[in-house]
């Protein structure tokens, strides 16, 4: 009988046997990782839309228009945004941002960068969806001007996104702690 080991034997044994946090296995997909995102998603998109659309209004900035932005989108795209503005809107920030924090961001955090607390993870997740909004969908995109020409409601945005980032965090924290 051959005792000798493989090359492949020692792989799975030195992965198998690595208990560094660089071994960072990603987030399994259940009806409890479905549950977070969506009451995430849920939150942060009620935290950004009330910062948003009534906070900064009330404080005399800008009101975010994430529906028009949305619907400028679509229309470059189809043709035509079909009044689809709202629906999109509502599924980005309920499941499809959510998801990427919970499936790609915080794995990679944990990665990466295991000592920064998850509230700052949130936070800068929130300013790369910004970039993504303004400069991704809105320029590059629709053909507005890059991060809506830095005006008032660009820094709206800014803020909004960071909160909907820090929210988002702070439930996936809550639910599963890093």
């Keep these: 009988m051959d005792t000798r080991k493989t090359d492949k034997d020692f792989i799975v044994m030195t992965i198998m046997a690595d208990p560094s946090p660089r071994a960072v296995a990603l987030p399994e997909f259940n009806i409890g990782a479905l549950f977070t995102i969506v009451s995430a998603g849920a939150l942060a998109t009620i935290a950004f839309d009330l910062f948003g659309q009534w906070l900064s209004p009330a404080l005399g900035f800008s009101k975010l228009a994430?529906?028009?932005?949305?619907?400028?989108?679509?229309?470059?795209?189809?043709g035509?945004?079909?009044?689809?503005?709202?629906?999109?809107?509502?599924?980005?920030?309920?499941?499809?941002?959510p998801a990427a924090y919970?499936?790609?961001?915080?794995?990679?955090?944990?990665?990466?960068?295991?000592?920064?607390?998850?509230?700052?993870?949130?936070?800068v997740y929130g300013v790369a969806l910004w970039v993504f909004a303004l400069y991704g969908m809105a320029h590059l995109v629709a053909g507005?001007?890059?991060?809506?020409?830095?005006s008032q409601i660009a820094w709206v945005a800014l803020v909004g996104h960071a909160l909907f980032g820090v929210v988002v965090a702070a439930v996936a924290s809550g639910r599963s702690p890093r």
């Design 66 to 78: 994430p529906v028009p932005l949305a619907n400028a989108v679509l229309k470059t795209v189809f």
């Design 80 to 97: 035509s945004h079909f009044g689809a503005g709202y629906l999109v809107h509502t599924l980005t920030g309920l499941i499809a941002y």
């Design 102 to 123: 919970f499936f790609a961001v915080r794995p990679l955090a944990r990665l990466f960068a295991p000592r920064v607390p998850e509230l700052a993870i949130g936070a």
């Design 144 to 150: 507005m001007k890059p991060f809506l020409g830095f």
